[in-house]
Structures are given as C-alpha cells and as structure tokens.
C-alpha cells in the first residue's frame, strides 16, 4: 500500500468508528509522527462540532468519580464520549494514575466510550498541543463531548482546561482551607463550579461560600451577555447532583451559542493552539541552526551581542510576519 | 520629570547598584509595566556575564535549605547573590513560602543578598519570561550567581531551571519511593545532582543508586566533551557537602565555558526566551482583533472554517518570516 492509500485508508476507517484506527492515531499524533499530521490534515474539516469539556481542580477532589458518572449519563443519553486524562505524574515524581486503569475496565467494552491518558511527563512542553491534536482526532472520529480532565496543580494543565469551551471547577470540601485557597483567577476559569463529596456537612457551607463569592462578579462573558455561573454539588455517593449538573452544562453550550460568546471561544482556542505550535517550532529551530529560518537564528544572535533585548527580537519577529502579509 | 529622563535615572541608579531602584524595576517588569521594559532596553547591553543557576527537585527536598546554605558560602567568596524564588502555590491550592520569609528576615541586612519571591500563580503562563526577565535585572545590576529556585512539579518550574546555564537536580532520600521515582528526562535536566539530608542513612544509598544511574550515559555534551555529572551529598544539620557542591558548580561553568557548550546553551536560553514571548503576543493577539496582526487574524479564520490545521496555519506563520528576512 503506497502511502497517500494508507493515509487515505487510515481517515476513513477513522471516520467509520473504526476504534483500532483510532487507537493508532492517536498514538501517531502523541509520537509526532508525520502519519498522524497528515491524517489530521485529511480529517481535520470533519471536526468542530464537538463539545470540548475542561475539567480541572486540586488533586483529592473526586474528579475521576465525577467524570465517571458524566460518562454513564451521557452514555443513558446515547452520546458517545471521549475523555483524555492528563496523568498529572510530574517528571520528578512519577506516580500513576489508578482511576484511569479502573474507569477504562468499567467502560472498555462500550464503543461509545474512549479514554485515552496522557502522561505529562512524556510529553513536557508538548503536552497542551499534544493534548488538542488528539482532541481534534477524537472530534473527526465522531465523539462528543470530549473531555479533557487535569489537575490543577501545574499551569500547563490549568492552560489546556481553559482551552475547552465549557470548564468545570471541582472542589472538594475539606480539601484545603476551604473557600480562602479558591483564588480569584481560577474561579474565573471555571464556567461551572463543582462541589464533590456533596454527602459531607462542609460541602453545604463550600457550596454557599462559592456562590457568596460568584456575587463579586467573577462572570464570564460580556457586560450585557453575562453568564451566571452555576455551582452546583454532587454526591457519588448518593448518586445526586448529576442530573443538575448535566443540565448546567447543556446551559452553558446554549449560552455560548445564542450570545456569540463560542465564536470568540473557539477563536482563542485556535490561536492559542497555533501559538503553542509556533512556539514548539521556535523552540525546535535553534537545534537545526543552518536552515531556513535563518531570520530567527539573526536575531538570537543579535540577542547574545545584546544589542536587543528578547523582547524586542520577538515584536520584530511579528512585525515581519504582519508586514509580509498579502491582502485577502 | 519627563519620562526620559525617569527612564535614564532608574537604569542609572540600578547599575549603581541602588536596591529601592532595582526593587521598583522588578515590580515594573512584574506588572508588565511598559517603564520595566524601557530600563530593560537600556540596561540589556551590561547583562550577559552572571552565572544563571537553576535549582529543582520535588517539595520537601531541603531545597531552601541549600539556598541558603549557598547563599552563605558565596557571600563568604564576597560575591553578590540574587535568588528567584518561584512560589510553586498552584491557583487552585493558594499556599505560602513560609521558607522564603526565614530566609529573607536573615538575609534583610545583607547588600550583597537579593531574594525575590515570584507566585506561580499570579504569572500564570506568562511565569517564565518573567521570571527570565528578573534574571536580567539581577544580572545588569551585578548580581552574580543569580539562582532561580522552582519546585518540580508543574512543567512550567522545571522550564524554568532548564534555563539556567547549570541546573542542580535536588533530591531527598526517603521522599518517594527512592530513585525509580528519577525518571530519565529528570536526570537529563540536573548538570549536578544533590543529595540532601546526608546525615541519613538511607542519603548513601541514594547518592549510590544515583551515580549508577548516570553510568548509563546520562551526561549531557557532545560526544567529545562529556560532562561527568556529579552527585553531591550535603547535609545542612553537619554543615558538610556545600565545599564540594561549590566546587562542582564551578567546575560545570569551567566546563562550559571551554568546551564551547557555554555558547550553545545561552543560544538555547534566548532562543527559549524569545519564543515565549512570541507566544505572548500571539495570545494576546486575539484580544485586540483589527489591528496590525492581521495575518494571525485570517489564518485563524481558515482553521475556524476548517480550512487549515493549526500546526499548517503555525508553520504558514513561520515561512512567512524566513521568506520576508533579508540576507545580512
């Protein structure tokens, strides 16, 4: 088989639900192997209908039972979703992501359901865009919603949670100095906010708490469009809460479609997906010094002869860019 | 005063070494204030000579410790030492440097002594060029060796040590589960490995199990000019081990700076650094839309209509720049 017929075979058998052409994507992509690129580029026109589902919140906070329960609900609903688990192991410490093994056993003979860990160890810097790459794969292959489930604790997994269009913020009571540890930047990055554990006496006063403090303003969205962010409280074990918390988020997707809020979204999402291939790219640059971009590696050196700050060097990087621009 | 002249006083009084001058750059450049990057400008020609040392490995490693173990050592060599303390409290967690304060009350007298705490959480994304950005200020006004200090956890902070022009990776015995929790990418980061709290016993096995692991051909350099990665073993309680850790730091920047590795990694460091702010700005891009970016503005139109990948419209943006650079 040449290799544009196995590109093309590939795509197809993606596009048809074929989970072992699936499976093997997704590892090209994670491997940037260029199989994977090219099968995105194929692919890539058939994404952009599905849900992507930020999940994040510190380690401890039921996360992996919460999203446990969102897949059996979406799956009563006759959705097939995907979850992408950021193994949130750091390369100094290792460690492994038990919940995963258990949630893959429960769901491994369902076809509508596709986790995938990601160790973020293995993937360093790379772990954002590799992380969206497979989102676009899991989006061709006609999963949605997608979940991309982090814990908060580094900035890299707090960036790809926000790259969703809908971002839950999970909080267990307990955990933590109760309210006074939510700062005010991450409640900004939860459009719903979740309080596990809901069975326990100090989830009431965590939940009250989270909605005094929604009070100050600390909404998304534009003065005259502005989204009430929900914080509502689920108990695994007494399975309640789900069924409200699946309706605050069918809310927010309706919110973000009527009020124009998702084209902004999905704007920010791509650029910031190109930026972190831009910046890969530049990263990459300096280890093939003599090549083409010949430009970038003048300026590194006008850098080291500090005639210009890095700063500098990257507004004059920018400029090129807009200055060679032709007109549409 | 007009701003010009406020802009010459404040780089003036910082090469003169003033520390209220250089603590107001400092918060300049923290709040991405436009005088910070001003008195950059001006003071980038006298950067370029300070040793950049990055300090990383897990929490409760011993690591602020060591600071000021280092601290007291390079004092007695009457040198000036700034240290970047990246505060690793996660957005989501909150938490304080509790070891940072102790550290600043007993060094608060000390001229020759700059600590600067940075919140990871406060910087978000933009914690590296930041943090990069404070090293150059530190280094214009004569501070050297400048430390970055970051706890390992969260990609970000161990970017942030692989900046340095000589990383020491620091471990603890009996935190983790010993040296399988090294993982290999971790080895490649440290130039010197640390083996705190010596006075155990378990430190010997540890700094054993660490120097057969850089057997296996861990050491960073060409094939020519081997670095022989050194594992120290220190102990603050006995005051033993900071001698030899000081002179492997040595012996690195020695290293460096006649192999001609020096060259490359300050050519990694600005090409690194010159990349995030690309990122930046292209982040930023999407928040003011009809301006001069209008070449971002449309290739992110052609990924919104599915047209192109974001990796396709990431690589356009590039070739772009290698075609409009003009030959020197």
Redesign the interface.
């Known amino acids: 088989m040449t290799d544009a017929s196995q590109r093309a075979s590939l795509s197809e058998r993606v596009l048809a639900g074929d989970r072992r052409a699936l499976a093997r994507l997704l590892t090209s992509i994670e491997n940037d192997d260029p199989l994977g690129?090219q099968v995105?580029?194929r692919l890539?026109?058939?994404?952009?209908s599905a849900h992507l589902i930020g999940i994040?919140?510190?380690p401890g906070g039921g996360k992996s039972t919460l999203v446990n329960e969102m897949i059996r609900a979406y799956r009563e609903m006759g959705r097939s979703i995907a979850v992408i688990a950021i193994d949130p192991s750091?390369?100094?410490?290792?460690g492994a992501a038990l919940g995963d093994r258990i949630r893959m056993q429960e769901w491994h003979a369902d076809p509508g359901v596709f986790i995938r860990s990601m160790a973020?160890?293995r993937f360093?810097?790379g772990?954002a865009?590799n992380a969206?790459?497979v989102a676009?794969a899991f989006d061709a292959a006609g999963f949605d919603p997608i979940i991309i489930e982090t814990v908060?604790?580094?900035?890299?997994?707090?960036?790809i949670a926000s790259l969703a269009m809908t971002t839950l913020?999970v909080q267990a009571p307990g955990?933590?100095?109760g309210v006074?540890?939510?700062?005010a930047?991450?409640l900004e990055?939860g459009d719903v906010l979740v309080v596990t554990k809901g069975d326990r006496p100090e989830a009431i006063e965590l939940a009250r708490d989270l909605r005094n403090l929604r009070q100050l303003g600390l909404a998304a969205g534009s003065e005259l469009s502005r989204w009430d962010t929900p914080v509502i409280k689920t108990s695994a074990a007494r399975r309640e809460g789900i069924d409200s918390l699946m309706n605050a988020i069918a809310a927010h997707w309706s919110w973000l479609e009527e009020t124009g809020e998702m084209?902004i979204r999905?704007?920010?999402m791509?650029?910031?997906?190109?930026?972190?291939?831009?910046?890969?790219?530049?990263?990459q640059?300096?280890r093939r010094p003599v090549t083409?971009?010949?430009?970038?590696q003048?300026?590194?050196?006008r850098?080291?002869a500090?005639?210009?700050?890095?700063?500098?060097?990257?507004?004059e990087?920018?400029?090129?860019?807009?200055?060679?621009?032709t007109p549409?």
């Open positions: 690129e995105m580029e890539f026109p058939h994404t952009g994040t919140g510190p750091s390369p100094l410490t290792g973020s160890r360093g810097g772990l865009r969206l790459a676009h908060g604790t580094g900035q890299d997994e707090v960036a913020l955990t933590g100095d006074q540890t939510l700062k930047g991450a990055i084209e999905v704007r920010t791509i650029n910031t997906e190109i930026a972190f291939r831009v910046q890969d790219a530049l990263l640059g300096i083409r971009d010949g430009g970038m003048r300026l590194v050196e850098v080291a500090r005639e210009i700050t890095p700063l500098l060097a990257a507004r990087l920018l400029t090129r860019l807009s200055h060679n621009d549409p």
